[in-house]
């Protein structure tokens, strides 16, 4: 066998390894899980997966495979987006990203840190959002666009997430 040949072989495996790892790591319960950490840790009940909420945002997540640009579909859910410039981006990366924004609210004035962001966490831990579901595609351009929605939507102005 040829080096040449050795070398195409190799990359060839390691690419459905990889192809494999990441569709491992992007199933529901990874969206779940995520999801459920976060609210648990202030004492909230789990979300749950609706098939019909899924679809909506696999339906918006389609529209964006030709762009991948950070738009939100303005729908009837609440509604997390996540836009990375590589496909090994997984479901697991965009709820810690917006989870990791726990830092950034403060329950006590119900506010973020001026010049941060932190609605993307309250939306996961608003206690009256308890059905959840999510797409995420590879975009044309060589990234991923990720999309939670929640049923009922949350961040409503004026009332604490839990």
């Given at each position: ?17 990889m192809t494999n790892k ?97 609605g993307h966490y309250t ?28 049923k009922p939507a949350g ?8």
């Amino acid at each position: 066998m040829t080096i040449l040949k050795f070398a195409f072989i190799l990359a060839s495996i390691m690419a459905i390894a990889m192809t494999n790892k990441t569709l491992a790591q992007n199933s529901q319960k990874d969206y779940l899980d995520g999801h459920n950490s976060a609210r648990k840790a202030v004492r909230l009940g789990p979300v749950t997966w609706d098939d019909n909420v899924a679809a909506y945002a696999q339906n918006y997540a389609n529209r964006r495979i030709g762009d991948c640009r950070l738009i939100h579909s303005h729908g009837p859910y609440g509604e997390n987006i996540f836009w990375g410039s590589w496909t090994g981006y997984t479901v697991r990366d965009a709820v810690n990203s917006w989870a990791s924004e726990k830092k950034y609210y403060n329950y006590t004035s119900n506010t973020c840190q001026p010049g941060r962001v932190c609605g993307h966490y309250t939306q996961i831990v608003w206690r009256d959002s308890n059905k959840i579901g999510c797409a995420r595609v590879n975009c044309n351009n060589g990234g991923v666009f990720i999309i939670c929605n929640y049923k009922p939507a949350g961040n409503v102005r004026g009332r604490r997430p839990y």
